[in-house]
């Protein structure tokens, strides 16, 4: 690897890979192009989904985005093809086939483990929600205790009652006459936040709908609440489980994460050298006799290497323009020669033919560029590849 007051440069090894027949390299260029779209799209959703497994531990994020030992950047600067997983001696379009499946096996578990691991963190919160609100909403069970109430009567009950703090006084001379049948002193307030306190008030059942109709006029809010040892011991039991299976669930999934990471990512990179591979030989035929590059440039220079690279490469293929941003794959450089024809044994004249009018496009042919693919459209081969998967794209 290489550095320069303006970019970063390192050769980007790709393997003598199966070239196969002409059709078979124009239809794969497209099926390339959505295999690239979803590894970068399941890398993506991967990566964001760690962030938000990790909560308070964001800051390690980066540490566990690795490959194999390696982090990021030094997988990406140092690519070796991974024969064992993408043996070589496959077609072209087998070795795609085994990405393909990689990146859907990926994604669908992502998909299996985020909505396990998001409904139980969801149920979890509400939970928490309940707990942590005002005194209108939040859960009762931690705040009240049995002598705050009159248990085991038939005829009467303890109900609770938010009260506005700039209307105590008035609560406390007017509780009473809400309804017929409230007991004379029955009310004690239990607690209170920056808004409301909370009061207890013993009345018969019977009136209890007329008493709530009543208070609700005043803003005194009577609560939905009826004190019950064990639906309250439920409760809480059934929290300290959600808790408990969230952190059994936490390393295993983090774990996973990590691994699965360096799969996908791997996956990623490897989609690219394909691309890069497939195009360079569409563009320039056999045999095959180009040199792929990995380059970052800075972002006050982006625009420079562009016209700098046009000018240098204009005798590969017209002449083009455009924006450079990130980090770049580049390919489509003959180490010798220009030589551009179909050098194997399913040569023929319709291969020749159209090796000889794709080499004659220039940029005014954007069109047909463009029908057969080619977007960005440059005298070389070239790709960006973002590793950026959170905020940024590089």
Same mark, same amino acid.
């Given at each position: ?18 070239? +196969? ?72 379009? *087998? ?10 096996? &990926? ?44 248990? +085991? ?27 017929? $049948? ?8 239990? %607690? ?61 999934? *983090? ?8 799969? &996908?990512?791997?996956?990623? $990179? ?17 045999? %095959?006799?180009?040199?792929? *590059? ?78 057969? +693919? ?12 973002? &590793? ?7």
């Amino acid at each position: 690897m290489s550095n320069s007051s303006n970019n970063e440069l390192c050769k980007f090894n790709i393997p003598d890979l199966k070239v +196969g027949t002409l059709d078979q390299l124009v239809g794969l260029s497209d099926d390339l192009a959505k295999l690239d779209t979803a590894a970068e799209q399941t890398t993506r959703k991967l990566v964001q989904y760690f962030s938000e497994v990790l909560e308070e531990e964001r800051n390690k994020l980066q540490e566990n985005l690795v490959i194999g030992n390696k982090d990021v950047h030094t997988y990406v600067t140092k690519f070796q093809w991974e024969a064992a997983k993408y043996p070589v001696k496959q077609s072209l379009k *087998v070795l795609s086939e085994i990405i393909g499946k990689q990146v859907t096996q &990926i994604d669908n578990d992502l998909k299996t483990k985020a909505t396990a691991y998001n409904n139980l963190k969801n149920t979890l919160a509400s939970i928490d929600r309940k707990a942590a609100g005002s005194l209108v909403t939040k859960d009762l069970s931690d705040i009240v205790k049995a002598d705050n109430f009159v248990l +085991g009567s038939e005829y009467l009950q303890t109900v609770c009652v938010a009260v506005p703090k700039l209307q105590i006084k008035e609560w406390e001379s007017s509780y009473f006459t809400f309804a017929n $049948m409230v007991v004379p002193g029955s009310a004690q307030k239990i %607690v209170e936040d920056q808004e409301h306190a909370l009061y207890t008030v013993t009345l018969f059942k019977k009136v209890i709908d007329e008493y709530r109709a009543n208070c609700r006029e005043q803003k005194f809010i009577v609560r939905d609440f009826v004190y019950d040892e064990q639906s309250l011991k439920a409760g809480r039991s059934e929290r300290d489980k959600l808790v408990q299976e969230k952190q059994r669930l936490y390393a295993p999934l *983090v774990r996973w994460l990590k691994i699965n990471f360096g799969e &996908i990512f791997s996956a990623y $990179m490897h989609v690219k050298a394909l691309r890069v591979f497939v195009e360079s030989v569409l563009r320039y035929g056999l045999p %095959v006799n180009f040199q792929a *590059v990995l380059m970052e440039p800075l972002k006050n220079s982006q625009k420079r290497l562009r016209s700098e690279l046009n000018k240098l490469y204009l005798h590969l293929d017209g002449s083009a323009s455009g924006p450079i941003e990130g980090w770049g794959l580049t390919q489509g450089i003959p180490t010798h020669g220009t030589d551009r024809s179909w050098n194997n044994n399913s040569r023929n004249d319709q291969n020749t033919e159209y090796f000889k009018n794709f080499r004659d496009l220039t940029f005014d042919d954007a069109p047909t560029l463009v029908s057969l +693919g080619v977007h960005d459209y440059y005298p070389y081969v070239w790709f960006r590849l973002n &590793i950026d998967f959170l905020e940024k794209r590089l």
